[in-house]
C-alpha cells in the first residue's frame, strides 16, 4: 500500500504514539512498604486507556478514508479534540486526583506530539480540500 498524502503519514506516526502511550507508565507513586516506586499504567486509570483506545481507532480510521476527503477532516477533528481532552484529563489527575504521585514526562509529550501531528494532517487535508474545490470552479 502506497501512502498517497501527506495527512495519511502524520495521521500514521500520530496513531503509532497513541498505541505508544498505551503502553506506558503514567505515573510513579513511592510505595512506603517497599523501597521502589510503584508504576502506574492507563490500565489503572480507565478513563485514560479509553481515550487511548477511541483515539487510536479513530486514527486508524482516518488513515483508510483517503478517499473521502471530508469525512476524514471531520474524524480528524473529533481526534484532536480527545487529544486535547486527554491532556486536560492527565492535568487535572496530575494537580487533582494523585498530588503525590511523580507524574512521567512521556504521558504528556506522546500525547502533545500526537496532537501537533494530527493538527498538521488536518492542515493538510483543508489545504487539499480547497484545492480540490478550486478546480471544482474550473470545470
Given at each position: 500500500?502506497?501512502?498517497?498524502?501527506?495527512?495519511?503519514?502524520?495521521?500514521?506516526?500520530?496513531?503509532?504514539?497513541?498505541?505508544?502511550?498505551?503502553?506506558?507508565?503514567?505515573?510513579?507513586?513511592?510505595?512506603?512498604?517497599?523501597?521502589?516506586?510503584?508504576?502506574?499504567?492507563?490500565?489503572?486509570?480507565?478513563?485514560?486507556?479509553?481515550?487511548?483506545?477511541?483515539?487510536?481507532?479513530?486514527?486508524?480510521?482516518?488513515?483508510?478514508?483517503?478517499?473521502?476527503?471530508?469525512?476524514q477532516m471531520?474524524v480528524?477533528?473529533?481526534?484532536?479534540?480527545?487529544?486535547?481532552?486527554?491532556?486536560?484529563?492527565?492535568?487535572?489527575?496530575?494537580?487533582?486526583?494523585?498530588?503525590?504521585?511523580?507524574?512521567?514526562?512521556?504521558?504528556?509529550?506522546?500525547?502533545?506530539?500526537?496532537?501537533?501531528?494530527?493538527y498538521?494532517?488536518?492542515?493538510?487535508?483543508?489545504?487539499?480540500?480547497?484545492?480540490l474545490?478550486?478546480y471544482?470552479?474550473?470545470?
Amino acid at each position: 500500500m502506497i501512502i498517497q498524502r501527506w495527512q495519511n503519514l502524520l495521521l500514521f506516526v500520530s496513531l503509532v504514539l497513541m498505541v505508544w502511550s498505551c503502553f506506558m507508565p503514567v505515573a510513579s507513586m513511592p510505595d512506603p512498604a517497599a523501597s521502589m516506586d510503584t508504576f502506574l499504567f492507563p490500565v489503572d486509570a480507565p478513563v485514560l486507556l479509553v481515550l487511548d483506545i477511541v483515539i487510536a481507532m479513530l486514527l486508524g480510521i482516518a488513515i483508510f478514508m483517503y478517499r473521502n476527503l471530508k469525512s476524514q477532516m471531520s474524524v480528524t477533528t473529533i481526534t484532536i479534540l480527545l487529544l486535547i481532552a486527554q491532556i486536560i484529563t492527565l492535568c487535572v489527575m496530575n494537580l487533582v486526583a494523585m498530588t503525590d504521585a511523580v507524574f512521567n514526562v512521556q504521558a504528556y509529550i506522546l500525547p502533545a506530539i500526537s496532537l501537533i501531528c494530527s493538527y498538521a494532517a488536518y492542515r493538510f487535508e483543508r489545504k487539499d480540500w480547497k484545492l480540490l474545490r478550486s478546480y471544482d470552479r474550473l470545470r
